[in-house]
């Protein structure tokens, strides 16, 4: 006596082979969707390459500018620029001869 699955065509071998369809569809949505993703990242990717060029360009003429105005006052005003030249040495130098014997101290302890 024949079983009804050893035939051919049978339903097992239809559902086999619409199992195998389903997987082969399943597997091309997710490269679908893999696909897209990389494309959303890559073009998000370029964007912000570009807004940070963009940045860069801006915060190097503002640079620019700000030294060639800091240029024109120095030039207008020497001698006010030579003492906070001074002044900001001076305080620079008490800082740092405070820093070092407060070194000083907390080693000797």
């Known amino acids: 006596m024949k079983r009804v699955f050893d ?3 049978t339903q097992r071998e239809k559902n086999g082979r619409r199992r195998e369809e389903d997987e082969a569809e399943i ?7 893999i696909n ?6 890559s073009e998000k990717l370029d964007d912000s390459k570009t ?10 003429y503002a640079v620019e500018d700000g ?4 240029t024109h006052a120095i030039k207008r005003h020497p001698v006010s620029f030579l003492g906070i030249a001074f002044a900001a040495g001076a305080a620079f130098g008490l800082l740092i001869s405070y820093s070092s014997k407060r070194q000083e101290e907390t080693s000797s302890e």
């Open 51 to 60: 807004v940070a060029e963009r940045f860069l360009k801006q915060s190097r």
């Open 36 to 41: 897209e993703a990389k494309a959303a990242i």
């Open 67 to 70: 030294l060639s105005e800091l």
């Open 7 to 9: 035939k051919p065509g």
């Open 27 to 33: 597997a091309r949505r997710i490269e679908k969707g």
